[in-house]
Structure formats: structure tokens, C-alpha cells
């Protein structure tokens, strides 16, 4: 499975945008898929997952209630809306996909095991 993130870039503070993860291989629709991030200085940090079928997702406390994640498996794409975008959520974003294993699998960065390559997002005050 190859990923690609798409659809970053500067906005001001208040703004939206929306993230972009291509997906190749045929089995791409049965991974669960996390848009994580990472602050300049700071350890990665989960921020939303989706299960293969889009039926489950989750979300890490910071972006509760401002960003949206969602899938298309006929376009191989998973998606994350962003809105009421803030300085603390400058940062470059991933995507990566895993197989679900126990419980909040989804927070457990170090296990997934595709990831693609990041894309900056900044937002201004």
C-alpha cells in the first residue's frame, strides 16, 4: 500500500482546509486509516482514524468537533476536513494505515505501517 497526502498550506487563523490521502494497492479499502501529525519540536500526535469501512472513527481531543474524517473506497481516498483551524494545529500531516489490532488501536502511532509522505499545514494568528 502506497499513500500520498495532499491539500495543505497556509491559512488564517479561523480558516479550513481539507486533507487529501490517495491511496494505491488493491487492498487499500481494507486498512483502517489516521491522519497524525507533527508540531516542529514535538513528538507525533494522533488526530483522527478511520476504520476500512468508514463505519468507526475517532478523534484526539484537540480537534474534537472542528475536523471531519471521512472515506472514499470507490476513489481509494481518505479525507480529513479541518475547520476552525488554529496556530496549535500547525504542523505537518500524515496519513498511514493499519490493520485494527485491540483496543484504541488507533492511538498507537508506532503501529501503523504505511505512512505517507506529509504534508505542511500552517495556520497564522
Known amino acids: 500500500v502506497q499513500l500520498q497526502a495532499s491539500g495543505g498550506g497556509l491559512v488564517q487563523a479561523g480558516g479550513s482546509l481539507r486533507l487529501s490521502c490517495a491511496g494505491s494497492?488493491?487492498?487499500?479499502?481494507?486498512?483502517?486509516v489516521a491522519w497524525i501529525r507533527q508540531a516542529p519540536g514535538k513528538e507525533h500526535e494522533f488526530v483522527a482514524a478511520?476504520?476500512?469501512?468508514?463505519?468507526?472513527?475517532y478523534y484526539g481531543d484537540s480537534v474534537k468537533g472542528r475536523f471531519t474524517i471521512s472515506r472514499d473506497n470507490v476513489e481509494n481516498a481518505v479525507y480529513l476536513q479541518m475547520n476552525s483551524l488554529n496556530p496549535g494545529d500547525t504542523a505537518v500531516y500524515y496519513c498511514?494505515?493499519?490493520?485494527?489490532?485491540?483496543?484504541?488501536?488507533?492511538?498507537?502511532?508506532?503501529?501503523?505501517?504505511?505512512w505517507g509522505q506529509g504534508t505542511q499545514v500552517t495556520v497564522s494568528s
Open positions: 498511514a494505515a493499519r490493520h485494527p489490532r485491540g483496543s484504541n488501536w488507533y492511538r498507537s502511532i508506532g503501529e501503523y505501517d504505511y
Open positions: 478511520i476504520s476500512w469501512s468508514g463505519g468507526s472513527t
Open positions: 494497492g488493491r487492498t487499500f479499502s481494507s486498512y483502517a
